[in-house]
Structures are given as C-alpha cells and as structure tokens.
C-alpha cells in the first residue's frame, strides 16, 4: 500500500500531537497518584468520644463535658432508704432533689450551677478538659480534666443568738478527673479529690477530706449502659458514722433525654455531700432509689444587622 506524499506531510504532525498527548496524559496520572498519595499519608488526630454517656456517672462528674453551646437541664432525685419499710413505702415518702444547669463554653470548658433540697444548698462549678484521649497522629491514652467548685449551705443557724460567721457555710472541692475508654464498651475513670470544709461539727473531723474517686460504664447497646462508682475516703478523716459512697445504676437514652436509675447510699448529691457526709450502709438496705433525668438545648446566639 503506498502513500501519496501529502498524506505524508498530514500524518507526521498528527503522530506527533498523539504523542504528546500520551506523554502529557502519562505525567498527569503519575502527578495525580502522587498527590493521592500524599494525601493518604497525611497525619491526623482521631479524637475519642463517648467515653460516659454524660457529663455525670452517677454523683461524681464523669470524663465527658457538654458541648459548646448547649445548656443541660438535669433533675437529680433521691427517695428515702429502702430499709424505712411498708411505713414510708420504701422510701417513697421522702425524697432529696437537685435542680441543676451545665453549660459549655467551649467543647472542653463547661460550668454550672444547682441548688440542692439536702441542706437548702446552692453550688457552682467549673470544668475544664485539658487533655483529650486520640489515636492517629496524636497517641493519648487517657483524657483529663480539672473540676472546680463551691457549696455554700443555707439552713437557719441552730443557734442566731450566738456569731455566727457568713464563712461557715462555704464548702470547696478540687479535683483532677483522669479517664479512658479502654474500648468501644468499656470505660474507666479515677478522680484523686479533695473537699474542704470550713466548719466541721466536731474536733475528731479533719476540715480537709482527701478521697480517691473510681467509676466505670459497661455499654450494653448504643441506648442502654451500666455505670458504677466508689469513693473512698482516706482513714481518720470523717466521724464514725459516716460511710465511703457506693453506687450503682443504668444509663437508658431516649432522643433527646437521658434517664439515670441508680441506688446509692447517698443523700446528697454534690462533691462535699457524698464524698464527706454518706451515712447509709448497703448491708442493712441503707440505700437510696433515685435518677437523673438530663435534657440538652442548644442555646442559638441572637444575630445583629
């Protein structure tokens, strides 16, 4: 087969072009593998969530904060003790209450405010996560966070005739919150505390309460959990008749609420309540009922022309 010689001069440039075309195409796939390529080698951090299904375990403030900008409502309720008997219906006759808010700041600092029937007390509270548990490019093990607050006590003074001093009232607690989600169904947290009262009712109790704090949550499913705690407070601190705090109960979540149902050997349900002042004994059914109940809003900030 033969070409006439200006097919000749047609098929040189247009060979030519493929050629460039195949190159030019080639470099292309090669530059766009390498930049996939960097793309899936670039490090990041995996942040871990969920480690408690709350802001709160059962009394003791779990690892978990909540969430900037959204303010959570929870009613904190515990009836009588189990061991009052068919004469008070088991507890249901008497009944402890907190009404409490919690509001974040941030994703990692959140504060609230609560007032308790136990005592007429009013609280206030800071927290603050400094420390998050990742994977990937960060390895953490571990989240940690700082709590904060004061109680100030508001019952009439057993004595108005004697000085009575404002200061007496006021009670602080410290401290260091360190936990872990070990893995998708377990989670564990410890929680060194200190509380400090600055009015005890005898000589034989120490104004500073030291304690070591442990919780745990075992998730069932993605709306059912089980959470325990105890808190142990350390020798010679407390008068003999007061307890280490133990509880037990199950977290149940329903859209937008959480229910809590525990039984406790505490009364109150703030730091220097449970931590210096349990009375109740689980060997004699001296255990409380009770639950929380949270409910989240997410607060939308007004906007300016």
Not at 44 to 58: E, H
């Amino acid at each position: 087969m033969f070409f006439h010689p200006s097919m000749t001069r047609f098929f040189r440039p247009l060979c030519l072009m493929c050629f460039i075309l195949l190159v030019g195409t080639g470099l292309q796939a090669q530059e766009d593998d390498d930049l996939l390529s960097l793309l899936e080698e670039e490090p990041t951090i995996d942040y871990t969530t969920a480690a408690f299904k709350t802001n709160r375990v059962i009394n003791l403030h779990s690892i978990e904060n909540t969430s900037k900008g959204v303010l959570d409502f929870k009613i904190s309720h515990r009836f009588g003790f189990l061991n009052g008997g068919f004469y008070e219906l088991f507890g249901l006759d008497n009944a402890s209450i907190r009404l409490g808010l919690d509001y974040g700041i941030t994703d990692q600092l959140q504060i609230g405010w609560g007032r308790s029937s136990y005592e007429k007390t009013y609280d206030g509270y800071l927290k603050w996560k400094f420390l998050r548990q990742s994977s990937g490019a960060r390895k953490m093990p571990f989240s940690a966070a700082f709590f904060a607050s004061t109680a100030i006590q508001t019952l009439k003074w057993p004595n108005p005739d004697r000085e009575n001093l404002f200061t007496s009232r006021m009670y602080y607690t410290m401290q260091l919150i360190l936990g872990s989600k070990i893995n998708d169904n377990f989670s564990l947290q410890i929680s060194p505390t200190v509380v400090h009262r600055n009015l005890v009712a005898t000589a034989a109790e120490a104004n500073d309460v030291y304690a070591l704090a442990f919780a745990g949550r075992v998730k069932i499913t993605n709306r059912l959990a089980i959470n325990a705690e105890y808190i142990y407070a350390l020798p010679n601190q407390l008068a003999p008749d007061f307890r280490n705090s133990i509880s037990i109960g199950v977290d149940l979540e329903t859209g937008g609420h959480v229910f809590q149902l525990h039984f406790t050997n505490s009364t109150s349900m703030i730091e220097k309540g449970f931590i210096a002042e349990t009375v109740g004994n689980w060997a004699d059914g001296g255990v409380h009922f009770g639950f929380n109940v949270s409910r989240v809003f997410t607060v939308v900030k007004p906007k300016f022309d």
